[in-house]
């Protein structure tokens, strides 16, 4: 009798644990440090991360969603790309700049910002490669006939735009905030050409959607070229009308959350960064 009781112990047990991996639905998208990703099996498992549910956004705080989607492009190659979709109505944008790069988290903390994505391209001296403007001050020169520029004008309208088609004229332009970076991947809602080599790599992206919503999108895998990421954005479901490639490779990070220390997106840069997008 003691035998057959535990047995039938076993099996019980046996039972619920596997109607539990069963029952499990949730995005694997999780904390990543150094580019390696740490899978969590539940949204509390990993300290200050969370884990939406795939294809669905999720609110985190007022104006600010977040959505994980599994992309794969032609070239057998695939990535768990996360997306922070923001009200513009609803929060300021800001760009965060110092020439002693630091990490994410402490942009995070030291700014109290909701969101903060890695910015544009800077040089080894860590001088941005283009026009940078923050709170008014600027630094650096503008693309000229490349690129794109994300800025926010003395009325605080956030604007994304193709240089190419609408250069920066800084006599009639009265902006607060500016970044600059290059190649525009889509632009007026369709997919932009450009010269870009083959090679996957980590991916941060600034977009606006044909509802006008601003979008931060982050692929922390070394899974897709430029050209493959600009094909991904046309064909996604995001109704994507504009965007603009960041400066990825190592210095692609993105962290969202409803304060500093309650973070339900954490993807670290593998280096720290000068240059930085805030929202509040």
């Known amino acids: 009798m003691p035998a057959n009781y535990a047995r039938l112990t076993i099996c019980l047990l046996l039972c619920v644990l596997l109607g539990s991996l069963m ?12 580019g390696t990703p740490v899978v969590a099996s539940s949204p509390n498992a990993v300290p200050g991360s969370s884990t939406p549910v795939l294809n669905t956004w999720s609110s985190i705080a007022p104006g600010i969603e977040v959505r994980a989607e599994h992309w794969a492009s032609p070239g057998d190659t695939d990535d768990t790309v996360t997306i922070v979709r923001l009200d513009m109505r609803r929060i300021h944008l800001s760009i965060g700049y110092q020439p002693q790069p630091i990490t994410l988290s402490q942009w995070m903390s030291q700014t109290q910002a909701r969101v903060v ?64 970076s290059s190649p525009m991947l889509m632009d007026h809602g369709q997919r932009t050409q450009f010269n870009a080599n083959a090679a996957g790599d980590r991916r941060s992206v600034v977009a606006v959607d044909k509802s006008g919503h601003l979008l931060l999108i982050a692929s922390p895998g070394q899974a897709f070229s430029l050209d493959e990421l600009a094909d991904l954005l046309a064909s996604s479901d995001l109704s994507i ?24 997106v954490a993807i670290d840069p593998l280096t720290p960064v000068p240059i930085v997008i805030l929202i509040r």
């Open 23 to 34: 029952a499990c639905d949730l995005v694997p998208a999780v904390k990543v440090n150094g």
């Open 117 to 180: 994505i890695n910015g544009g391209y800077f040089d080894a001296h860590y001088h941005p490669t283009g026009l940078l403007v923050t709170n008014g001050n600027a630094y650096g020169t503008s693309y000229q006939g490349f690129g794109g520029m994300l800025s926010v004008n003395s009325q605080g309208k956030i604007n994304l735009r193709s240089l190419n088609s609408q250069p920066y004229e800084p006599d009639n332009e009265a902006l607060q905030q500016v970044i600059q």
């Open 241 to 264: 009308q504009t965007a603009l490639n960041l400066d990825g490779g190592a210095s692609t990070g993105l962290y969202a959350g409803a304060n500093a220390k309650d973070q339900q």
